[in-house]
């Protein structure tokens, strides 16, 4: 007899990051974050490969999209108004090496 294959019970996300969206500085951290990755039927910049959260820093692990090259960087994201940084890396496992040993 044929038994008919079943998908696991999917779990859900691991929380990685949380934003406060009652907090004005919060509130424009998510909506740039969405925007670089193709919120609102933009076309994304970034892939997100990981991300961290130290205190209201949000540290990621992206790949930079529509490059002629593949391209890497870890972004810094900062809910003071200052916006992202970010510092190029030349591969995903750099990049995310790179997350790694931010404290």
Request: aromatic share 4%; net charge positive.
């Amino acid at each position: 007899m044929n038994r008919l294959a079943t998908k696991p019970p999917s779990k859900s996300p691991r929380i990685v990051a949380k934003l406060d969206l009652t907090d004005e500085g919060h509130r424009r951290l998510h909506d740039l974050i969405a925007r670089m990755h193709g919120a609102g039927g933009r076309p994304p910049m970034f892939r997100a490969l990981a991300i961290r959260q130290i205190g209201n820093v949000l540290h990621e692990a992206v790949e930079w999209l529509n490059l002629a090259a593949p391209s890497f960087a870890v972004v810094t994201w900062r809910a003071d108004g200052r916006g992202l940084s970010w510092r190029e890396v030349t591969s995903e496992a750099a990049a995310r090496a790179l997350l790694r040993s931010i404290k």
